[in-house]
């Protein structure tokens, strides 16, 4: 199967502070997803993106969808306590219709 | 009430037992599909199924089938668990406004010992 790569795979940081992960595939994707899965939850979906180079925002959230469209970035401005959890990335190439899922990013904020 | 729901929630079970893992949801939406996550390695998808008389395999379906019942319900079976299958387990629907868009139930813990 294809491979997502996320990085890092985790994150410990302080409230206030902005965040930045990145994840890196090895096939060229057509859609780019970003999901956030609480503890003992399932994942819910951030923010979605369907062009190269699209940047796109949720918020305190920012995606992009890199330009080679074999990776895409998710950046959280000013993190709060209830950003912690597990951060990621999906993608999806012009054929078939699975999505693959990246290995994740735990991040932790410290109040 | 949740959207997305699985039974059981927990499950240990022993080696060679038969399982199976409900999911039914109340979008509306013609697609499920079912994932297991494994620490470290993301979601991975076993199969999918895009209405009722539609079943698709997906990137780890040896050792699992499933069912669709209706287009409300989406079975999972191990038809003799393997250690090597304790994960958490997923559901997840689609609907027809926004099929990128998938809805995940809770979860289903399983143990196989």
């Known amino acids: 199967g294809q491979q997502l790569n996320q990085s890092p795979q985790s994150m410990f940081i302080q409230e206030g502070e902005d965040v930045s992960m990145n994840c890196t595939s090895s096939?060229?994707?057509?859609?780019w997803l970003w999901y956030k899965q609480d503890p003992g939850e399932g994942p819910v979906l951030l923010i979605a993106?369907?062009?190269?180079?699209e940047l796109t925002s949720n918020g305190r959230l920012t995606a992009q969808f890199g330009i080679t469209r074999k990776d895409s970035f998710l950046n959280i401005s000013a993190s709060i306590p209830s950003d912690v959890g597990i951060y990621f990335c999906?993608?999806?190439?012009?054929?078939?219709?699975?999505?693959?899922f990246g290995t994740g990013t735990s991040l932790t904020v410290i109040p | 009430d949740a959207d997305v729901t699985q039974t059981p929630r927990n499950r240990i079970t022993k080696t060679g037992k038969r399982i199976m893992l409900e999911c039914s949801q109340t979008?509306?939406?013609?697609?499920m599909y079912w994932y297991r996550q494994d620490p470290g390695l993301g979601l991975r998808l076993i199969y999918y199924?895009?209405?009722?008389?539609?079943?698709n395999k997906g990137e780890i379906s040896d050792g699992y089938s499933v069912s669709r019942q209706a287009q409300a319900k989406f079975s999972l079976s191990l038809e003799s668990a393997i250690p090597n299958q304790t994960a958490l387990y997923f559901c997840?629907?689609?609907?027809?406004?926004?099929?990128?868009?998938?809805?995940f139930g809770p979860g289903t813990r399983l143990t196989v010992l």
């Open positions: 997840a629907t689609s609907g027809p406004w926004d099929y990128d868009t998938q809805y």
């Open positions: 096939s060229i994707f057509n859609t």
């Open positions: 993106l369907y062009k190269a180079g």
């Open positions: 999906a993608g999806r190439g012009n054929t078939g219709n699975q999505f693959y």
């Open positions: 979008k509306g939406h013609d697609r």
């Open positions: 199924s895009f209405d009722v008389k539609d079943i």
